[in-house]
């Protein structure tokens, strides 16, 4: 005899948004307003790629020129902040912050050692939505102990919101 599926209550939805990924900010907030959750938006600078901006060899390809230039970290760290500071303001518009809990952070780490860390706050059960997840069709369904740094690196890649449970 098959058992019915258990209703489960999400207390957090960590949302993550990569460079260039804040296209379903509006959706997401609307989600956790919904849920009644507590909503971060976890905004990834990722360390690799700030890595090999500072490499002497690092380039770029312009569009349409296909023109090769040479990278400039610090003006990828400008836009990464602008990135970020124009995603904040996003969220901000559509949650208020006394009708809503919600925070926005900053993470400059790995995507998967940045996700571990917002999970380790001890919010649980929590949706996590990847960079460029999908609310739509099917959620995983993982535990937190299931969570190692290689399995958190594969559905960050994905479009799959998960559900993480205790």
Request: charged share 20%; proline share 8%; aromatic share 6%.
């Amino acid at each position: 005899m098959a058992s019915r599926p258990q209703e489960v209550s999400v207390r957090r939805v960590i949302a993550c948004f990569a460079p260039g990924s804040a296209a379903g900010a509006h959706a997401i907030a609307g989600l956790a307003r919904e849920m009644q959750a507590e909503l971060l938006g976890l905004f990834i600078e990722d360390e690799a790629l700030l890595r090999f901006a500072a490499f002497p060899f690092a380039a770029e390809v312009g569009f349409p020129s296909a023109t090769l230039r040479a990278v400039d970290p610090a003006s990828i760290e400008r836009a990464l902040r602008a990135q970020a500071a124009a995603l904040e303001r996003a969220l901000a518009a559509v949650l208020e912050p006394a009708a809503h809990a919600w925070s926005f952070r900053v993470a400059r780490a790995s995507p998967a050692s940045a996700v571990q860390a917002a999970l380790a706050e001890g919010y649980a059960p929590s949706l996590l939505i990847p960079p460029r997840g999908s609310l739509r069709g099917e959620r995983a369904v993982l535990r937190l102990p299931e969570l190692d740094e290689e399995t958190l690196r594969g559905l960050l890649a994905g479009v799959r919101p998960v559900l993480v449970l205790p």
